[in-house]
């Protein structure tokens, strides 16, 4: 089944993006998106779908964009992985799934989402992600991105490998792959507060 210029909405109980704080400390609170438990729809637009209901995957390609609340994701293509019916039947009800492992009546489960090729992922609060691919594993609660993974808000950027975020507990954490020499080390570039003077607010002293 393919349709030319799709746009979806999936009524999945996924998480509303929560606040960021900073950014190598709560990385996981603001790409909790597409996973978890929420009743913000995700919007899906691409070129065309594809679905495989035998294999229960629905692929979209073609400047994919997925949204959620604030959260946007852009790729190439995108690999949906389902239970149940076929997603995104003619039945509205088709399209309400459950992150709790419980189906719903007449509907499917979505147990992960893979993006690839120039996934770039904004927050909404001045945070990106850019990686090569990036997998929402929806019953695991996991959010992992790979292949030159760049981390940044406002002037703040990390680099490396893979960032793996817990949306469960919260934490994450960002490698670099390889062996004894040729791993690299992470990156990471700290802009300091701008001063009252680069900022614009011109200080007066005694006279």
Known sequence: MIAAGFALALAVLVPQMMPAAALAQNVGSSFGGFSGS???PIDIEADE???LDGKKIAIFSGNVKAAQGKMTMRSKLLKVKYSGEQAGAANPDARKVSTDGKKKSGGSQITSIR????VLIESGDDQTATSDWAVFDVIKQTVTLGGDVVLSQGGNVLRGDKLIIDLKTNRSRIVNLGDGSKRQRVRGLFMPKKSG????VKKTGAQ
């Open 197 to 200: 003077a680069e900022t614009g």
């Open 38 to 40: 929420s009743n913000e």
């Open 115 to 118: 993006a690839e090729g120039k």
């Open 49 to 51: 779908l594809e679905v």
